[in-house]
């Protein structure tokens, strides 16, 4: 059974430093590793889709690695902003068609 | 514009009391999702819909059913709302049936059981 770990559950930085979010997971066997932000009370958005062939995705200020020999994907978000202020969940898709998602990591990009 | 939505955005229910919500897309896509999602918990499955091929995950209770009458509607009835079925309920599609795929979520509706 595939296990999402997320790691900070938290994290607080000040305006304009650049961060870096961590999602595990424990079967390698997975066909897309997907982030997502959730702004409060509000559905997800999807940000980056790596595929289990690629290495990263990157979008303006966010990048996102796939390491699937260690079970590890990380999503760096470079000159952060207030309006990062958010939380964001990693999601596993594995080849039998399930997703599993972290509990995600709750941002707070201070002014 | 909004390409999945969900009705309504909060829903009051009675401990017991039948409950409806709704999910309409204008993407087309062949696949519906049904999250549930608890106070700082990841999502969870409930079922996904494949065109019209139901897929009930294993541990999602007997109280909740979903209907899809057509691509556009997906519908998620609970029959006898109790206080743990208090959360955010979320649809998704994705054209796509190897997971979530590119997906894209509604804005989620806040259930409250009281």
């Known amino acids: 059974k595939q296990e999402v770990t997320q790691i900070p559950a938290a994290l607080s930085v000040p305006e304009g430093e650049n961060l870096v979010l961590n999602c595990s997971f424990t079967d390698s066997a997975i066909y897309n590793l997907q982030w997502f932000r959730q702004d409060p009370g509000k559905g997800l958005t999807s940000l980056l889709l790596i595929q289990s062939s690629q290495r990263e995705q990157t979008s303006g200020r966010l990048n996102a690695s796939l390491d699937k020999s260690s079970g590890r994907s990380t999503l760096y978000i470079a000159a952060s902003q207030p309006g990062d202020s958010a939380t964001y969940l990693c999601a596993a898709d594995t080849n039998a068609g399930k997703s599993t998602f972290g509990d995600g990591t709750t941002l707070t990009v201070k002014p | 514009d909004a390409m999945v939505i969900q009705n309504p955005r909060y829903q009051v229910t009675q401990f017991g009391k039948p409950v409806t919500l709704s999910c309409s897309q204008t993407?087309?896509?062949?696949?519906m999702y049904w999250y549930q999602q608890k106070s700082s918990q990841a999502p969870k499955l409930l079922f996904h819909y494949y065109d019209k091929d139901f897929n009930n995950e294993a541990d999602t209770p007997d109280n909740f059913q979903s209907r899809r009458p057509n691509t556009s509607f997906c519908f998620l009835d609970i029959r006898s709302p109790g206080l743990g079925d208090a959360a955010m309920y979320l649809c998704a599609t994705s054209r796509e049936g190897t997971g979530l795929g590119e997906a894209f979520f509604g804005q989620g509706t806040r259930l409250t059981v009281v």
């Open positions: 993407l087309n896509h062949n696949v």
